[in-house]
């Protein structure tokens, strides 16, 4: 399915849509977040910064069993929210052995736009129950949007050539959403920490009222055990929105970033290690 989204400063949601996934289960051990992990994002609107998003994980439970609890908030800054004002919070419950979604909650709060709705997924019978529409079938191993996030991240891209197509699906808003993007291999990317080796993807987008070319939505995701998606470009026909990782705490790898002032070689140069963003504060250029 092509992106057909509006351009507005829901910002959580036009990140999240743009993840790289493969419709394949992930290895059971989890070696890429953990619980403690804190990831903040800027978006800036041209040459305005306009908000931000936190994505955390907690540890909540299943029942008897523990679970991965994930929050994400996103909001505008004091200065666009006069214009806008955003405060968005999802929220999910992930089996931790099979990455799945058990439940999620969606709480949208834009101007005067109210939105809530809980789903619960029943694995056993395909379906998914909605607070708002009540049950629907869908596709097996079905993902809701933030879940979407953390299981793109638990697999590995090795087996993913340059120029093939990967896709998932996912419960959202209230239906079954299927989203597809290009593999573009790799790219040195300059980032907020310095210059990272990164998974570069182009999501399947429609040209027209809002993008000029098919290629106007390129996603970084880092190259490493952690799989940090770190930066989003869209170059729409009015405007530009960029999404930039600025701050991260918690991971369970350390974050290779090179600093340099000129693009390095990977082969040639090493990097540093960063097991926070507070570390570049204690590195000299």
């Known amino acids: ?6 351009p507005v400063l829901v910002f959580i949601s036009v990140f999240i849509w743009f993840l790289p996934i ?15 992990e804190t990831l903040r994002y800027n978006l800036s609107y041209g040459f305005l910064d306009v908000g931000t998003a936190t994505l955390r994980v907690y540890l909540g439970n299943n029942g008897d069993s523990p679970a991965y609890y994930v929050r994400a908030e996103a909001k505008t800054n004091p200065v666009s929210g006069k214009l806008f004002n955003i ?122 009222r809002l993008f000029r070319k098919k290629d106007a939505v390129v996603i970084y995701i880092t190259n490493d055990n952690n799989r940090l998606p770190i930066k989003i470009e869209m170059r729409m026909i009015f405007s530009s929105v960029e999404i930039e990782l600025t701050e991260f705490y918690g991971i369970v790898n350390s974050l290779p970033v090179y600093r340099s002032k000129r693009k390095p070689n990977s082969e040639k140069n090493m990097p540093v290690f960063l097991r926070s963003s507070e570390d570049v504060g204690k590195l000299s250029d």
């Open 87 to 208: 405060f968005d919070v999802y929220e999910s419950y992930i089996d931790i052995t099979t990455g799945l979604p058990i439940k999620a909650i969606r709480d949208i709060a834009e101007n005067r736009y109210r939105y809530y709705n809980e789903v619960v997924f029943m694995r056993n019978t395909k379906e998914v129950f909605s607070s708002k529409t009540g049950v629907h079938a869908v596709p097996d191993s079905v993902l809701d949007i933030l879940s979407a996030f953390y299981y793109a991240r638990r697999f590995s891209m090795t087996k993913v050539k340059e120029n093939q197509k990967v896709g998932f699906v996912t419960y959202f808003p209230d239906e079954v959403f299927h989203f597809d993007m290009i593999y573009k291999g790799l790219e040195m990317v300059k980032s907020h920490f310095g210059w990272v080796e990164c998974q570069k993807f182009v999501p399947i987008v429609e040209t027209g």
């Open 22 to 36: 493969q419709a394949q289960t992930i290895d059971s051990l989890n070696a890429t977040f953990q619980v403690g």
């Open 1 to 6: 399915m092509a992106i057909k989204s509006k």
